[in-house]
Nanobody
Framework: VQLQASGGGLVQAGGSLRLSCAAS??????????MGWFRQKPGKEREFVGA????????YYSDSVKGRFTISGDDAENTGYLQIDSLAPEDTAVYFC????????????????????WGRGTLVTVSS
């Protein structure tokens, strides 16, 4: 699976942004994958943002983004999305998408599991 993240950019605080993660090489649905989103703030370690189980559309979010981030997927386009609302300067980070085989765990556990496929990050910069 190859992943390509896009949609980052410079946005003012309070604005919204939708990041995309286009998958190729394999259908995420037919091959039963979980797509995760991560971010890495300047000078910080990469952190798990949330994930979606492709076959059911179920999602999970870390507490730090719950309520402002929405993960979705378009099966026909084989593309995942991360909608970010009410952006704040502290959301400035490089955002990554990743995919891994769905082994049936609760999505929360994928925050601690290694992902098999990674896209190149897309930079989101939020100005105050």
């Amino acid at each position: 699976v190859q992943l390509q993240a896009s949609g980052g950019g410079l946005v003012q605080a309070g604005g919204s942004l939708r990041l995309s993660c286009a998958a190729s090489g394999r259908s995420l649905s037919s091959s039963r994958h979980v797509m995760g989103w991560f971010r890495q703030k300047p000078g910080k370690e990469r952190e798990f943002v949330g994930a979606i189980r492709w076959t059911t559309g179920n999602t999970y979010y870390s507490d730090s983004v719950k309520g402002r981030f929405t993960i979705s997927g378009d099966d026909a386009e084989n593309t995942g999305y991360l909608q970010i609302d009410s952006l704040a300067p502290e959301d400035t980070a490089v955002y990554f998408c990743a995919a891994t085989s769905d082994v049936g765990y609760h999505l929360m556990r994928y925050s601690e599991r290694p992902f098999d496929y990674w896209g190149r990050g897309t930079l989101v910069t939020v100005s105050s």
